[in-house]
């Protein structure tokens, strides 16, 4: 196990010399974490990174030219880009410098891009609005026709008309927080904390499809309880219990599956190790 050395002032230097440069954008970012309930859990992401960080093994003395070089493009990109004002998109290449930084300076191998605390990094991003706008309908409407599928199941006939559920003397409207932008959201950071490490990237990709399926299954479910319970009440239930429902379909969904992901050695009986012995019993 390698042993943590402390920071270096060329570390330091650099990423404040980035935080600087970049200070706009991630200014912004802050601001709209503050501002937008959607993309208040950018700051959980951050602050589950920072364990993350802790655990890397120790630093080199001075930072390697070729990632100095690759900050030095971004920035170079950023300048070029900045007509376009797109603070999201410099957001993203000073959270990639940053990660160009403790890449060099941590000494990580392997593609640096795939490493779990990039993505993490990634969805501190005010990203769920912008998604929300753009995929949002389109994710409401699949999960209202699913959840038509899900009642039908129950012999209740339900017809879709947008993201309208009609049944039998009711309509449900499936509204913008049922999109699951916010589940998926929670998900994503959910999953790349548990994500099984030193895997082939069949398994991993394996695992990230059974993944969304799960996030997209567990919205369903939650569309359907809602359904279900707005039918028995005739009228639709509070926000405290929307919540809860949520959690626990979210729990139901992927809990269970990603506990018996990470613990099959528990299971498994253990292996005895028969030993060649001679006549007398005496080891060979």
């Known amino acids: 196990m390698s042993k943590r050395a402390p920071w270096p002032l060329w570390e330091i230097g650099l990423y404040l010399a980035i935080g600087l440069y970049y200070h706009r954008a991630l200014g912004w970012v802050v601001h709209t974490w503050s501002e ?3 993309e208040s859990w950018g700051f959980i992401a951050l602050l589950l990174l920072v364990p993350r960080l802790r655990q890397l093994p120790g630093q080199r003395p001075v930072p390697s030219a ?4 690759g900050i030095v493009l971004l920035a170079l990109v ?3 880009l900045a ?3 797109v603070n999201a998109l410099s957001a993203l290449l000073g959270i990639c410098s940053l990660h160009l930084g403790c890449v060099s300076f941590r000494a990580l191998r392997g593609r640096w891009y795939l490493q779990g605390q990039l993505w993490l990094a990634l969805c501190s991003l005010p990203l769920a609005y912008w998604a929300n706008a753009v995929f949002g309908f389109q994710l409401q409407h699949l999960a209202t026709r699913a959840a038509a599928q899900g009642l039908g199941l129950y012999g209740l006939s339900a017809s879709v008309q947008g993201t309208l ?6 309509t449900v409207a499936v509204d913008t927080a049922c999109s699951g932008i916010k589940l998926l959201y929670t998900g994503v950071i959910f999953g790349i904390l548990a994500a ?3 895997r082939t990237l069949a398994v991993k990709t394996a695992y990230w499809g059974v993944l969304l399926l799960l996030l997209f299954g567990a919205n369903v479910m939650r ?3 809602l359904t279900m319970a707005h039918l028995q009440l005739g009228h639709p239930i509070g926000a405290v219990a929307h919540e809860l429902i949520g959690l626990a379909a979210f729990g139901l969904c992927l809990g269970v599956p990603l506990a018996l992901l990470h613990t099959p050695a528990r299971w ?3 292996r005895t190790c028969r030993l060649p012995l001679t006549e007398s019993g005496v080891l060979r």
């Open 66 to 69: 070729r990632h100095l070089l």
């Open 196 to 198: 099984p490490g030193g």
């Open 78 to 80: 950023d300048h070029l």
């Open 36 to 38: 937008n309930t959607y």
């Open 223 to 225: 569309i359907l309880c």
């Open 165 to 170: 559920l009609h049944l039998p003397g009711v």
């Open 268 to 270: 498994r009986p253990a």
């Open 83 to 85: 007509p376009l004002k």
